[in-house]
């Protein structure tokens, strides 16, 4: 389809205009470097489970030996405590009981290094599993950081240069892992790699977003999602092939510094963002460089860019983002109305990545994230039809009211052999519908918001996710047996159907144009109606 462009308005164009034109005429370096944008993120699930791998804790059966004079006494006096487990062995102290060997007291001699190992949290004893969890937790503190501050730098100094700046810090984060035998480290590592992901996937997915036309805007999504699934075997080979678990952090770093080169070399800033900012040279400028992608017959310097009239009376600043809420207070009930589908999405989903060594055998960890990629795999697949069909809302209603019956189904403890269940089961197909929800609330969020407030909505909508984050390994690990098993799956059954009413009083978006600023957020919003 070739848009025919009245000569009348030729020298009057909006920018949704130009990118549409643009889009329709692209050549393969156009379509390369939106296709680039979504394989940066093929990284993206080593960054953020390697660490699963990485602290594999030592079972039953592991070699270790004595290192201390205390343990060499102790096991010269009582040679069956080497055939022991060495949580298993424990002793009363001040009418507590205690490990009776510590890190400084053994040696493990296992065919794959654990940090889990090295820094004494395999033993599920006091504060260990706490701390372990910690680890993975201590991801989407990072990100939550990364989240507030990309809110700033993405509305106000660029997606681009953003990312430039936070792809360093991840690399950097993943190479002192190289080097890493300290817990408190590690906390860090894990702190800052959180921190430079996010501010690199979610600006960069932005930019995406505003350089891509209507009908393509759901395959681009869901190719995004599909380059994240194409992650997973470099996941598994990054836990498979490094037997010792500093060099998986090595592994990462150059993973993750070779999938973001573009940021470097030909990425370019989106015009959408010049505008907001009142920069009507750097916006032709960016409008210019993604012509010459084309073959589009367009003379930028010639041509009035008619959104400028939006944005005349209007300083992009943080301060003006948060008057805005208060003048237009349809951003802020939408933004209400995201709120609780971005935490609760990030709970469950981060909450079964996280917790496959517990949902299904131990033996099988590698199968379960092959098998849980094949359920994102199909999500995504499936996400394209469905949300073109159903549209954002619909199917964010349906996929949530499907997610809060396989939890309720799970419930049952059903032992199927070869310590397989029917809640293992139902966590694989959990996942799949898990990430159709994921991946539309990262679709609708882009769409849902202005320009103007499209980093700052990110900020606030994925930096509750990140709690949610924070919460999932908890609620999957920790929550069943401190009470029942049945309690985290009706607890996310509840929290599903609340994410179903929320949608409800969200907008469609998928036939619309991006919007620029506040105003027309406002307009967009007459007339809707709440019929599912």
Not at 491 to 508: G, K, N
Request: proline share 3%.
């Amino acid at each position: 389809m070739v848009l025919e462009v009245d000569p009348i308005r030729k020298n009057q164009r909006s920018v949704d205009d130009l990118i549409e034109e643009l889009v329709e005429h692209r050549t393969w370096k156009y379509t390369l470097m939106i296709l680039y944008i979504s394989i940066a993120q093929v990284y993206a699930a080593t960054s953020s489970f390697v660490i699963t791998f990485a602290g594999l804790d030592p079972e039953p059966g592991d070699i270790w030996s004595c290192i201390s004079e205390k343990c060499k006494n102790l096991t010269t006096d009582n040679t069956t405590l080497l055939e022991m487990f060495p949580c298993d062995i424990t002793e009363i102290l001040d009418g507590k009981e205690e490990l009776v060997f510590g890190p400084s007291d053994i040696k493990w001699h296992l065919q794959r290094t654990s940090f889990s190992a090295d820094l004494d949290l395999y033993c599920d004893f006091g504060s260990r599993s706490a701390q372990k969890t910690l680890i993975d937790s201590m991801f989407f503190v990072g990100s939550l950081f990364g989240l507030i501050t990309g809110g700033y730098v993405w509305d106000n100094i660029g997606r681009v240069n953003s990312a430039r700046v936070s792809v360093l810090v991840t690399v950097i984060s993943h190479l002192v892992g190289t080097w890493c035998h300290n817990y408190s480290i590690l906390l860090a590592i894990r702190f800052f790699t959180g921190f430079g992901d996010f501010v690199t996937f979610t600006g960069t997915y932005i930019l995406m977003m505003e350089l891509t036309g209507i009908k393509y805007r759901t395959s681009v999504n869901a190719f995004q999602g599909l380059t994240w699934v194409a992650g997973y075997p470099f996941l598994i080979a990054t836990g498979y092939l490094n037997y010792d678990w500093n060099y998986m952090f090595l592994t990462t770093a150059i993973l993750a510094l070779v999938c973001n080169l573009h940021v470097y070399v030909f990425l370019i800033e989106s015009p959408r963002f010049h505008l907001v900012n009142n920069d009507m040279k750097a916006a032709k400028k960016s409008l210019k460089a993604l012509a010459a992608l084309t073959t589009a017959d367009l003379d930028v310097d010639e041509i009035e860019i008619v959104d400028t009239e939006k944005v005349n009376d209007r300083k992009q600043t943080f301060i003006q983002q948060l008057k805005d809420l208060w003048t237009y207070p349809v951003l802020l009930k939408e933004g209400l109305c995201l709120a609780p589908l971005w935490f609760c999405i990030n709970m469950f989903y981060y909450g079964f990545n996280f917790a496959w060594d517990m949902i299904l055998p131990s033996a099988s960890l590698y199968l379960g994230f092959v098998m849980g990629g094949v359920g994102e795999a199909i999500a995504c697949c499936l996400s394209m039809p469905v949300i073109q069909f159903l549209g954002r809302r619909r199917a964010m209603i349906v996929f949530q009211c499907l997610s809060a019956l396989v939890f309720l189904i799970a419930i049952a403890d059903v032992d199927l052999g070869n310590d397989w269940g029917l809640d293992s089961v139902l966590s694989l197909i959990g996942l799949t519908t898990v990430s159709i929800c994921f991946s539309t609330v990262y679709l609708w969020t882009s769409e849902i918001a202005p320009t103007s407030h499209r980093g700052f909505a990110f900020t606030f909508g994925s930096g509750l996710g990140k709690f949610g984050g924070f919460a999932g390994p908890y609620v999957f690990n920790n929550l069943g047996p401190a009470t029942t098993r049945a309690v985290p799956w009706i607890l996310l059954a509840v929290l599903s159907l609340l994410c179903a009413l929320a949608a409800v009083f969200l907008i469609e978006t998928g036939d619309k144009e991006l919007t620029h600023v506040p105003a027309e957020v406002q307009e967009r919003r007459k007339g809707f109606r709440y019929r599912i």
